[in-house]
């Protein structure tokens, strides 16, 4: 199994609403990453999980809380979005950060 | 300010020539050097790579070509095909877990 995959494919949620986008990989890889793309920009590192601790936070804004409840799973818990957050959020998973594989991503819409 | 540059947003080439993307980087602790294919709605797809040590790779159809001295790559793409019209990045990395990416290149093979 050489697939991280996200879920949900597309979520739109309102300013107030709590939602979760959650990733897993079964590749037995150490590190796993948050990034979010906005339309023409390059992918932008949020978050890098390694060996299910917390190692990067690109000063992330408190409303993107990660979670990484185990090797093969990591979450990004959504709250008081605000509408500039609208983006693709790709989780990508590695053993070696030369080499990332990445999921399809989820599609967030704030309305 | 950008440590990896892909100066250009867009290129065209004939259906079974050469394409030829270029990037640029700055860090001189970069140690890997990665390229990702990218289509609209997906995830990045991980290409090629080249360590520092090494000056070219090749892998089918993809070679990529490393000038530390210019601090410079390029990936050459040959025979392109119809199914490798998509946005390219060139990205880099100082083996801390974190990927750099350029702002991609948007091939368009045409027939």
């Known amino acids: 199994d050489t697939e991280v995959t996200q879920t949900p494919k597309h979520l739109v949620m309102g300013m107030t609403n709590k939602k979760s986008l959650k990733c897993e990989q079964h590749?037995?890889?150490?590190?796993m990453y948050w990034y979010k793309q906005k339309a023409k920009k390059p992918p932008e590192l949020m978050f890098v999980?390694?060996?299910?601790?917390?190692?990067i936070n690109e000063s992330v804004p408190s409303r993107f809380s990660p979670e990484c409840p185990n090797s093969s799973l990591l979450n990004l818990h959504l709250h008081a979005l605000q509408p500039e957050d609208s983006a693709l959020y790709l989780c990508?998973?590695?053993?070696?950060?030369?080499?990332?594989?990445f999921g399809p991503g989820t599609r967030l819409t704030v309305l | 300010d950008q440590q990896v540059k892909q100066n250009s947003p867009s290129l065209s080439v004939q259906e079974g020539r050469i394409s030829i993307l270029n990037c640029d980087y700055t860090?001189?602790?970069?140690?890997?050097f990665l390229w990702y294919k990218k289509y609209p709605a997906e995830g990045p797809t991980f290409l090629i790579s080249?360590?520092?040590?090494?000056d070219k790779n090749e892998d089918g159809r993809f070679t990529v070509f490393l000038n530390k001295s210019a601090k410079h790559l390029s990936l050459h793409i040959v025979p392109s095909q119809p199914g490798d019209s998509a946005v390219y990045f060139c990205?880099?990395?100082?083996?801390?877990?974190?990927?750099?990416f350029g702002k991609g290149t948007r091939l368009h093979i045409l027939p």
């Open positions: 860090n001189s602790m970069f140690d890997y």
């Open positions: 999980y390694s060996y299910e601790k917390l190692s």
């Open positions: 990205a880099a990395s100082a083996r801390d877990d974190k990927i750099i």
């Open positions: 590749m037995g890889h150490r590190a």
């Open positions: 990508a998973s590695s053993q070696a950060p030369e080499r990332q594989f």
């Open positions: 080249i360590s520092s040590i090494k």
